[in-house]
């Protein structure tokens, strides 16, 4: 990089956040520096989060269908074995071949990447000390901040990545424990408590409420997943907190009492996951040399246009407020540029869908009835299961519905929620039903193809105003 040139823009953190915006901005026609320190972009999600994710819950999924439900579909197998080394590899190739797509696409749209760790020396000027060694500054007439989010770590128990672990461990053990105790049971606990459980460890996973699925899951849809993981022989232990933990002899011992105070007990595990949330991450970033502050939960302060109280520079993703999900990061980055490029931009945060990648799926937008009781707002609620659906029995995929809250006065859909078979497919029909202010009605006259999973959303649609046909 230059020193005397000042560029367009300067963005800090080279995850979904920032390289997005980089591109966004390049696309604008403006001068872009991306400055990115883990030697690979992409961030969180691409290198241990969404990507090595999915990549090991498909693949242990297939597994376990493989071992325990072939035979009623007419398919003999022989020998079974898990080769954990090839699952990984696996894992990496989907990894290397998108984070090294991102380079191709910062080169299309002239963006300018620096492997680094970037820190405010001034208002306009962020130094940076090179992964090569070395150091240089750059200047920027806007600043953003994308350095995004860590694991929350529990006090007393130190992360090895081995034998304590977070998901940055849990996507890369190299053998399957036997037991495994999950602290937090949030779409981490859950997602990566499914893989090890499906590659045969035994998982407990302690839960400090009395719902598992992490903050916004229906209850009704909760109570299900919870249902349907036990099944598959996950073990859950709700109102539990852990009070501490010992990793100093072979495995690790954790104990844990009743959420209320009461009943003691110790877990004993080869390997525990840390799962209770993450926070943003701004360690060296050098916010103290601008005067900039951080909330109580070490979320950069900005406005509704993403500015901090140094209108130049900005902050979005997991860094700042909201839900630290990889497709809100995209939303804000590419409002962010337009924000700087032309004065506006728009993100409707109230139709943000969650998915987590259990199976089945469970998947989300809008509101939950207990966010609607709490605001005394009045509702119509319609409920259709996958057991009705022809697809879903064809598939011989038949656990769990599509629920669909619409407003009792005027059929505005408010909250969609389901869990089953591809839902985290299925809710982009409910993503846009939202973002157009659609009705329970409007669905449910929509044709839907015949014989799909989707057909159970229509009905849900379908038995919200009126009633369903097929249940
Ligand atoms: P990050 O992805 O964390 O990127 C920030 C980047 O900034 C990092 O690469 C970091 O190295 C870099 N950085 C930090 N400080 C500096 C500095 N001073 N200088 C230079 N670089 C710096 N979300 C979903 O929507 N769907 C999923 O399925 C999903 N699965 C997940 C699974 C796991 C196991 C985890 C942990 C997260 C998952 N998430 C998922 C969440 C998702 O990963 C985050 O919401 C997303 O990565 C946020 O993007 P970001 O760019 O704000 O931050
Ligand atoms: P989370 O907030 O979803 O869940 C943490 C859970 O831990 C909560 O249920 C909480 O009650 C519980 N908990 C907290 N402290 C505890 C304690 N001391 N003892 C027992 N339980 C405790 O957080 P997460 O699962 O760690 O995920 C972090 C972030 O990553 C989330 O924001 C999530 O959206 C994101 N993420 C998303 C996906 C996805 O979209 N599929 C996948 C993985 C992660």
Redesign the pocket.
Known sequence: ASEAEEKDLVI???????YVAAIKAGQSGMKVTC????GALG???LN???IP??SLLNNSHLYHQILHDTKNRGIEVGDVKLNLGAMMKAKETSVSGLTKGIEFLFKKNNVEYIKG???FQDEHTVAVNLVEGGETTVRGKNILI????EATPFPGLTIDEKKVIT?TGAIALQEVPKKMVVIGGGI?GLEMGSVWSRLGAEVTVVEYLGQIGGPGMDADVAKQAQKLLQKQGMKFKLNTKVTAGDAGGEGVKINVEAAKGGKEETLDADVVLVAIG?RP?TN??GLENIGLEVDERGRVIIDQEYRTKIPHIRAI???TFGP????K?EEESVAVVEYMAKGYGHVNYGAIPS?M?THPEVAWVGQNEQELKAANVKYNVGQFPFSANSRAKTNLDTEGFVKMISDAETDRILGIHIIGPNAGEMIAEGVLALEYGASSEDVARTSHAHPTLSEAFKEAAMATYDKAVHY
């Open positions: 800090i953190g080279g995850g979904v956040a920032g400055i990115e320190k883990r961030g969180t999600c241990v989060g969404c994710s999915k760790t970037g820190a994308a350095t995004g989010s998901s981490i993450r991450y060296g970033l993703g997991d860094v630290m999900l990889a497709h990061a998915v990648y």
